[in-house]
RNA sequence: GCCGGAGUGGCGGAAUUGGUAGACGCAAGGGACUUAAAAUCCCUCGGGGCGUUGCUCCGUACCGGUUCGAGUCCGGUCUCCGGCACCA
């Protein structure tokens, strides 16, 4: 051990000692298992502080349910496929596959150099032929149970990325990647029915105890299930009838028009040649007026015989429910707004209840409250009308009770070459085939020419698409569209229950680690990649490959890692090195400091993970991103908090330094420790916080904090003799064991230096005796009426009559409580005394 | 609009079951060491008041309540952040 704390080079010694020693080779089971697993990243070829703060927290969990004594999985890959593999392709003519693994050697390193702990006997690479053979083989089990359909339909298309993108890629109606504008495009799609999911998806919310609420609320929201009935509206002159979905069949009576959507069937044969009509699909410059256009045609309600007209709105969406409504102005504010612009009567058929007679309505009543103007049903509650009229409904075959959800089925094609091909093959005679099993996998072809121009590139690689037949042997082609990534991501974490030449779905394997004890990512992934992998899990679960039903019992979503922006009046954003002293580097102005947030590229409000570690280490980076918020807050960047990390450290390594040779010539004789010295009893303490702290939902913080505080008080000890330097060990040695899974590689060293065979790893971890978590003396607060008067030293464990003794005795309480009489004195154990007057 | 979450010093954040508000760190100020600086170490550090080194009053977004005692519980208000958003 060097009298200076050099991070570069004993980190270098223990990342190639741990290689040596295969320290993070997956257990084999033999008590109880523990699956540890973060998010794996896009290897774009750098790692960010998100994916450092990200991973540093599932390192402290893995590192520290190992030496809790856990059988741990905690392995890494790679979400290999995606965008801009292809881009760079078509931008620097490399080959996408080079491109992806050129860059997961470099993102490799850089993990490694940040100590963590992971077995990359178990890494896998979702680009490769081995992973995404089994996307294809899932694929064909859903096509086999009609999971898996095609259909035209309308989607989302990216002008930019000339792709198809899913309904949760669209954020308001731009690209989630590229902030293009999202167009409309007919398509033929392969789709995921997750719809036949949504209920099972939707309830099983509730079992996700270690999940986060917002999470789940989200999920919820996302899956949006609303319980209404659908009814048949007859149109006047006609045997047709007009089928509506309403959620509010109290206010049937109040209908007084019916709305179709625009891409409804029935809008164009009704509406007729009205030009109005395609103008309206266009939608206008604000999209939040409402526009209908009268057809000239009227519905009959079945409950009261009234005609009312029956319009097409731009409001009405043709995807949710039967595409078609009721409209009750006095009821619903759009429809009130709409009846109000066209002068569409409005009449009221809920009141709240205070008067039962209709009043002039000012806004839509939106409340439940009782009926009114509803022939028999007058008079109910809302509640109860809604049974009652349903009731009435399903009896006389007017209609029937349904459930909707806001759930779309997943689509799935892309119009891209970097992704898994969908294995099917079109045959003139036999139509839609399925790739047999044993063709898999279908290999995505190299040296496939990329442009960007257009849609798939596979369609013009004639040695791919030309094909047979497997049923008739014919000719054929083969789909030239590509999976979604999140069919990869949706699985992954089953593929690393088996080592790399096991197969992939080995039933034992998967029933011995799943489901994953605690997942890490991003709140980003809070609908999307979350709810596939558990429709995924339900799926693999109903085909009889796992036995549970969802796949991560704790759920961490990790905040994310901000930094104010600098920006320049002539040169834009500026990066943190380009800001000195506040003023721009390139043209001498002063920088506007901007608001603090997420950091991004764009901004420039980065800080580079490698630079970081190069000056401070991996072990300072890991501690300040674990020590500056609890992770499930937004972490703000702070180069002095970094240094603040990094002097913690320092001061570990020099209290070693000074106290390791006391160490060594004392011995590490506990018993001859003073049991009732306070260094001795911060140690227990802190071995119970550092513990608590972890356990309860991850408090890093806080653990780190009190880490902090034994250091403060090691360093602030004075031995005396022999005993105390066997105090002091006792001291260092623990604080060592606890800080081992934030900053590994100076507990490794300094563990050594103690004398100790390597691995720290390979220790248990501390144990603490509750009998010495207590202080010797203890700060007993007297109070006045709720209020602090004053404060003694006395011994712990004095009974309670004591301690009442020696708050009345006092003479500052006596100045308060004066001759008035004592009323009550309430005692809190070992604390408190509070004196009411 | 609906649904979630959060408001505590100059800053990041502590306070686990209702019991000393501000742990720990950062910044700031003062001191020691040094020719000097950096580094390091020590001290001070929510605000106001005074007879100024100890005492006192106020203080956890705001208003009210429960309680011997409220950052914590209850009712209401405001602000900020995130998600969804013509879903009938």
Redesign the pocket.
């Known amino acids: 051990m060097d009298e200076r704390y050099d991070p570069q080079k004993i980190e270098l010694k223990w990342q190639k000692k741990w290689e040596e020693m295969n320290i993070h080779a997956t257990d084999t089971i033999k008590g109880r298992k523990f699956y540890c697993l973060e998010m794996f990243p896009y290897p774009s070829g750098n790692i960010h502080m998100g994916h450092v703060r990200n991973y540093a927290i599932g390192d402290v969990i893995a590192r520290y349910k190992k030496m809790r004594g856990y059988d741990v999985l905690h392995p890494m890959g790679w979400d290999a496929f995606g965008l801009p593999a292809e881009n760079a392709a078509i931008k620097h003519g490399v080959q996408p596959s080079e491109w992806t693994y050129k860059n997961i050697d470099a993102m490799k390193k850089q993990l490694t150099g940040l100590g963590l702990s992971y077995d990359w006997e178990r890494e896998l690479a979702t680009c490769s032929p081995e992973y995404y053979r089994w996307n294809q083989w899932f694929f064909l089990q859903m096509f086999k149970r009609a999971l898996a359909y095609r259909k035209s339909s309308s989607v989302n298309w990216c002008p930019s990325c000339s792709t198809v993108l899913a309904n949760e890629q669209v954020?308001d109606e731009k690209c989630w990647r590229c902030d293009s504008i999202v167009e409309l495009k007919e398509l033929d799609q392969w789709f995921f029915r997750i719809t036949d999911y949504a209920e099972r998806l939707l309830i099983d919310c509730d079992t996700l105890t270690g999940w986060p609420?917002?999470v789940l609320?989200?999920q919820r929201?996302?899956i949006?299930k609303?319980e209404?009935v659908e009814v048949d509206f007859p149109i006047r002159g006609s045997d047709r009838k007009l089928r509506i979905?309403?959620?509010?069949p109290d206010t049937l009576f109040g209908v007084t028009f019916m709305c179709l959507?625009p891409d409804h069937p029935m809008s164009r044969e009704l509406a007729g040649g009205n030009e109005k009509l395609d103008e309206m699909k266009n939608a206008g410059e604000n999209?939040?007026?409402?526009i209908i256009i009268f057809t000239g045609e009227n519905a009959i309600n079945p409950l009261n015989n009234d005609a009312v007209p029956i319009v097409v709105a731009?409001?009405?969406?043709m995807e949710?429910?039967t595409?078609a409504?009721m409209s009750v102005p006095a009821h619903?504010q759009?429809d009130f707004d709409t009846a109000k612009k066209y002068g569409i009567p409005i009449k009221q058929v809920i009141t709240s209840g205070a008067n039962l007679s209709p009043v002039e309505l000012e806004e839509a009543f939106e409340d439940e409250g009782i009926l009114i103007n509803s022939a028999q049903f007058s008079g109910l509650k809302s509640n109860d009308a809604k049974k009652k009229i349903a009731e009435y409904i399903e009896e006389r075959g007017l209609g029937k009770r349904t459930v909707?959800y806001?759930l779309r089925d997943w689509g799935i094609s892309r119009q891209r070459y970097w992704g898994t091909p969908i294995p099917i093959i079109y045959c003139k005679k036999c139509g839609i085939v399925p790739v047999p099993e044993e063709g898999l996998p279908v290999i995505l072809p190299e040296n496939v020419s990329l442009t960007g121009l257009g849609s798939s590139p596979l369609a013009d690689a004639d040695e791919f698409v030309n094909t047979s037949c497997p049923k008739c042997g014919g000719e054929a082609g083969r789909e030239t569209d590509t999976m979604d990534t999140f069919v990869d991501s949706s699985w992954y974490f089953i593929r690393y229950c088996s080592a790399k030449n096991e197969d992939a779905l080995d039933r034992d394997n998967i029933s011995n680690w799943m489901p994953v004890d605690q997942y890490i990512g991003g709140?980003e992934h809070a609908v999307l990649h979350l709810l596939y992998s558990r429709f995924f899990t339900k799926v693999l679960h109903d085909i009889g490959i796992v036995n549970f039903d969802e796949p991560f019992t704790n759920l961490l979503t990790q905040g994310m890692v901000c930094k104010e922006t600098y920006k320049c009046q002539e040169h834009g954003w500026l990066l943190p090195e380009e800001a000195e002293k506040g003023t721009c580097i390139k043209c001498n102005r002063k920088v506007e400091i901007g608001r603090v947030e997420k950091m991004s590229k764009s901004k420039k409000n980065v800080i580079d993970p490698n630079h970081l570690i190069e000056t401070y280490g991996a072990d300072t980076s890991r501690l300040f991103s674990l020590f500056?918020?609890?992770p499930e807050?937004?972490l703000?960047w702070?180069d002095?908090?970094v240094?603040?990390a990094f002097?913690?450290l320092?001061?570990l390594w020099s209290a070693a330094y000074r106290i390791k040779a006391c160490i060594r010539s004392s011995g590490i004789d506990d018993s001859a420790i003073d049991k009732d010295s306070p260094l001795f009893r911060k140690t227990h303490r802190t071995i119970k916080?550092v513990t608590?702290?972890i356990e309860?939902d991850f408090?890093f913080?806080?653990a780190?904090?009190s880490m902090?505080?034994l250091l403060?008080e090691l360093?602030?000890f004075r031995p005396a003799d022999e005993n105390d330097y066997a105090l002091m060990g006792f001291a260092l040695r623990n604080l060592v064991l606890l800080i081992a899974p934030f900053s590994p590689h100076i507990a490794e060293e300094v563990w050594e230096t103690m004398g100790n065979k390597p691995s720290i790893f390979r220790q248990p971890w501390p144990e603490w005796d509750d009998e010495y978590t207590k202080a010797m003396q203890i700060?007993l607060?007297v109070?006045v009426?709720?209020k602090?008067?004053a404060?003694a030293m006395v011994p712990a464990g004095l009974p309670d009559e004591k301690l009442k003794e020696i708050a009345l005795r006092d003479r500052?309480v006596g100045e308060f409580t004066g001759d008035k009489p004592v009323r009550?004195v309430?005692i809190?154990k070992g604390?408190?005394v509070?004196i009411?007057v």
């Open positions: 954020i609420e917002s609320t989200m929201n996302w949006g609303s209404g979905f309403t959620t509010r959507a999209p939040e007026e409402k731009n409001f009405v969406l949710y429910g595409g409504i619903d759009r909707n806001r709140i500056a918020a609890p807050k937004d703000e702070s002095k908090g240094e603040g002097r913690f320092n001061r916080k608590h702290d309860r408090h913080n806080t780190i904090a902090m505080e403060n360093t602030a700060e607060v109070q009426n709720g602090v008067r404060k500052k009550k309430i809190v604390k408190l509070n009411v």
